[in-house]
């Protein structure tokens, strides 16, 4: 049996455009698509070939209903693998965003950072 993988995560954000483009920036991922979504709401997927990240967003009317998709921040963090972490780290701060609570212990280094909707990021490298 092959191992199964993660395809993709659904985060709800108050802007997909700008959420997707601060990705780009600091993981070189790629806007895969952008479209229509339920509710009259708006969905951006960025990452790579076999994965990537919904940013959705919906009408402010039909966000009136609580349910896990008109929560924002709703994880707890998205971990995200990197083989250079100082790159990384620099382009974080480039974006704006602050990184926080570096760690160092086997298997690898990581730090975290929150992006402008409140989503945390782990981001660690193994190398």
């Not at 070189?28 to 990240?53: A, C, L, N, Q």
């Not at 009136?64 to 994880?75: E, H, L, N, P, Q």
Request: aromatic share 12%; glycine share 8%; hydrophobic share 40%.
């Amino acid at each position: 049996m092959s191992e199964a993988y993660l395809e993709h995560v659904n985060l709800t954000v108050s802007d997909p455009q700008a959420a997707a483009l601060d990705l780009v920036k600091i993981f070189g991922w790629k806007i895969r698509w952008s479209g229509p979504s339920m509710d009259s709401g708006h969905t951006v997927h960025v990452g790579g070939e076999r994965f990537y990240v919904a940013l959705f967003s919906m009408d402010p009317e039909a966000a009136a209903v609580k349910d896990s998709y008109r929560t924002r921040g709703a994880v707890n963090h998205v971990a995200v693998v990197v083989d250079d972490l100082k790159e990384i780290e620099e382009r974080v701060v480039a974006a704006g965003l602050k990184p926080q609570s570096h760690q160092t212990y086997e298997p690898g280094s990581r730090f975290y950072f929150y992006d402008r909707e409140g989503v945390e990021f782990e981001v660690v490298s193994y190398s």
